[in-house]
């Protein structure tokens, strides 16, 4: 029975392979297994720091809407017509 050898060769995108037979020296099998490019850490990261800052602004939002409930300030918002009629006559006239 012959001993066998197994090699790698592990690259960024691929792992090469082998299997050596010890008492022949001789290449048994061979091949590469290829894979995509990955993003890199930087994509990674700039995804990551996105959901956090949009998650912080929501909880900023939350912790101010308790506060005026807390306090029984209206946070409700409130449209004057009044104002917006006496806006569009001083754009227009």
């Not at 050596?20 to 993003?39: H, Q």
């Not at 700039?46 to 506060?67: F, S």
Request: glycine fraction near 6%; charged fraction near 35%; aromatic fraction near 6%.
């Amino acid at each position: 029975m012959s001993k066998y050898s197994i090699g790698l060769d592990l690259g960024e995108n691929n792992v090469g392979w082998s299997i050596v037979d010890i008492d022949t020296a001789k290449i048994e099998k061979c091949g590469v297994r290829k894979f995509n490019t990955s993003s890199g850490a930087k994509d990674r990261r700039v995804q990551r720091n996105t959901r956090r800052r949009l998650k912080r602004r929501d909880t900023r939002k939350e912790d101010l809407l308790k506060l005026f409930a807390s306090i029984d300030f209206p946070n409700t918002n409130t449209i004057d017509t009044k104002l917006i009629e006496t806006r569009y006559k001083g754009i227009h006239e």
